[in-house]
């Protein structure tokens, strides 16, 4: 299933390569919901499978990526806790 996910994504967005002109990933934004990802687990006590942690991770990178793309290059962490919070 997350297999399907990778490909759809880089399907739109094109490829990991970037020679071949792909988007490289923003780190720092992808770091962001992984450290916010973790502290919300540790705060509640949550144990999620590597499978579920990669499925939010992904999500929340994409839901901060449009929204720091939408709102000119800044992108708001505390929004992670809805998804978060949803798949608890």
């Known amino acids: 299933m997350i ?24 780190l720092p934004l992808l770091e962001m919901v992984i ?3 973790e502290r919300f687990r540790a705060e ?3 144990s ?3 499978e579920r942690k990669a499925r939010l ?3 929340g990178y994409g839901m901060m990526l449009e929204e720091k793309e939408s709102s000119g290059g800044k992108a708001e ?10 798949a608890s």
């Not at 505390?78 to 949803?86: D, E, H």
Request: hydrophobic residues 45%; charged residues 30%; glycine residues 10%.
């Open 35 to 37: 450290e916010e990802l």
């Open 3 to 26: 297999e399907r996910q990778v490909e759809r994504v880089l399907a739109e967005r094109g490829s990991a390569d970037p020679a071949l002109g792909a988007v490289p990933l923003d």
């Open 57 to 59: 991770i992904g999500l």
């Open 48 to 50: 999620w499978s590597p």
């Open 44 to 46: 509640r006590g949550l």
């Open 77 to 86: 962490a505390g929004r992670l806790a809805y998804l978060f919070k949803a």
